[in-house]
């Protein structure tokens, strides 16, 4: 890029900010971010106040090893030039709001489509997780277990109270209340739900009857602000059809019926 705007006679300068970053790093711009988040309220906003918008720990592409993306700065009059010589040099910038983020559309590098992710996902050993009050989690899939880094919170872990996994686990979900993480969730794909700390249980999505349909598949689960404002304790299970159709929730709420959104 910077050979290419000399060439064009172009005054721009191009450097590269940042390349492979390591976890600790991770964790916190992370962290940094989050608190730009309670007090400016938005990710434009932050970056407007000098704070990085940043990925949770786990998922950026700079700490993959190699990193699959860099940072690419400029002086804010030549970022139509860099716009352009991005698209020249076949790299998108897949971060909304970070056109210095730059990947390439070969190999790893390319942006992949929700049902890729998906079958991604599902070759890695370790789900992480952020916890809202700094830090985060990581859920080893094989067998429940949690690792606990940056302050987050330990509720206990599957192997620590003898349970089994019966389906592949697909996320922990921290339980909230009064600003505080009292507990945390684990679910599988098949929506076998564990609660932990003061999360509390109702029942699982294996209750529901569309349990055991072959084309749905549990993906998550959100807790409701209902809750966290003292009110009747909801939680969501989201789930996704095979063959990568749009994401729609369920919910269950405390009066023991299953409901349709």
Not at 109 to 125: F, G, Q
Not at 129 to 137: K, L, N, R, V
Not at 178 to 198: C, K, N, Q, S, T
Request: charged share 25%; aromatic share 10%.
């Amino acid at each position: 890029m910077q050979d290419e705007s000399v060439r064009r006679g172009a005054s721009a300068r191009f450097w590269i900010t940042t390349g492979k970053r390591n976890p600790v790093e991770q964790l916190r711009l992370w962290n940094a971010y989050q608190v730009g988040l309670r007090k400016y309220g938005s990710a434009a906003a932050c970056l407007a106040h000098g704070v990085s918008i940043a990925a949770a720990p786990g998922t950026s592409d700079h700490e993959k090893d190699p990193a699959t993306a860099v940072d690419i700065a400029c002086n804010t009059r030549d970022n139509p030039l860099r716009i352009q010589l991005m698209k020249e040099a076949e790299c998108t910038t897949p971060v909304a709001g970070e056109p210095w983020h730059a990947k390439h559309r070969s190999g790893a590098a390319v942006p992949m489509s929700k049902k890729e992710v998906k079958m991604v996902d599902k070759e890695r050993p370790y789900i992480t997780i952020p916890c809202p009050t700094g830090g985060y989690w990581r859920l080893k899939k094989a067998d429940g277990g949690i690792g606990f880094f940056g302050g987050a919170p330990d509720f206990n872990t599957m192997p620590g109270r003898g349970a089994k996994v019966v389906a592949p686990l697909v996320t922990l979900t921290p339980c909230m209340r009064g600003g505080r993480v009292i507990g945390y969730w684990i679910v599988d794909e098949a929506g076998h739900l564990y609660a932990f700390g003061d999360a509390p249980y109702f029942t699982s999505y294996a209750d529901h009857p569309d349990w055991g349909n072959p084309n749905r598949i549990i993906d998550g689960l959100v807790q409701t602000a209902g809750f966290e404002a003292g009110m009747q304790i909801r939680y969501c299970f989201t789930a996704y059809e095979v063959g990568d159709r749009e994401y729609y929730p369920d919910t269950y709420d405390i009066g023991r019926e299953f409901k349709k959104t």
